[in-house]
């Protein structure tokens, strides 16, 4: 069964927090997501990274980054936790090939105090 | 950059059909996807076209437009566990980075 495993379901940090986000893919896929969702605003993407040590900014990158260094995981860093980062986050991975599909994992909310 | 609109929300009784619409403007296209949420749940494939027309997947099927910049997905038979949000996704380019539109909530009633 192809599995992508965020590291937490629930978190709870404070302003001004660094944060770490986990993810990892045991599917061996070239890409891997970060998205954030909110209530009627879908899903935003964050970071894209298409190989290790490689990403692409998304559509909301401001006060975030990532790193990839393994084929398999996808770290999202919140530098400095603000209440505007409470949200849930939901990493994906999928092949690099046009028709494939992305496979999502349980998702971390996480709220910021 | 690329925007992606459809409806918020669809009612429909069980055993009807029901069709979620989705209009897109991105600066590539690569091909359109659908995605099914349940309430707690993480997102989960259903179809994807990557040429204008129909590709039927059971009880489902995705339309594409590609001049129209416009696709659908069609829920027949409906029942209650298509209670849902669909999202709709677009491939700006070969790399498969996917861009989500805001969702349609979904309710079937008995």
């Known amino acids: 069964d192809v599995k992508v495993t965020q590291s937490s379901r629930y978190l709870v940090k404070r302003t001004g927090e660094k944060v770490f986000l986990e993810c990892v893919q045991d599917?061996?896929?070239?890409?891997m997501f970060w998205y954030r969702q909110d209530p009627g605003l879908g899903l935003r993407l964050i970071y894209f990274s298409y190989d290790v040590k490689m990403k692409e900014k998304g559509d909301i990158p401001e006060g975030y980054s990532v790193s990839r260094e393994k084929k398999e995981r996808f770290s999202l860093i919140l530098e400095s936790a603000s209440t505007n980062q409470t949200s849930m986050y939901l990493c994906?991975?999928?092949?690099?090939?046009?028709?494939?599909?992305?496979?999502f994992g349980q998702g971390t909310r996480l709220t910021v105090v | 950059g690329q925007s992606l609109e459809q409806p918020s929300e669809v009612t429909a009784v069980e055993g009807a059909i029901v069709q979620i619409n989705c209009t897109y403007q991105?600066?590539?296209?690569?091909?359109l996807s659908w995605y099914q949420q349940h309430d707690g749940g993480a997102p989960t494939f259903l179809s994807y076209?990557?040429?204008?027309g129909l590709e039927e997947t059971g009880r489902f099927s995705s339309f594409l437009s590609r001049s129209d910049s416009y696709g659908y997905l069609l829920l027949q038979e409906l029942q209650m566990k298509d209670s849902a949000s669909y999202f709709c996704?677009?491939?700006?380019?070969?790399?498969?980075?996917?861009?989500f539109g805001g969702g349609t909530r979904l309710m079937v009633k008995p």
């Open positions: 991105t600066s590539g296209f690569y091909g």
């Open positions: 996704a677009v491939s700006p380019g070969a790399g498969n980075m996917l861009t």
């Open positions: 994906a991975s999928s092949r690099s090939t046009a028709n494939t599909e992305a496979f």
């Open positions: 599917m061996d896929h070239e890409n």
């Open positions: 076209n990557g040429l204008d």
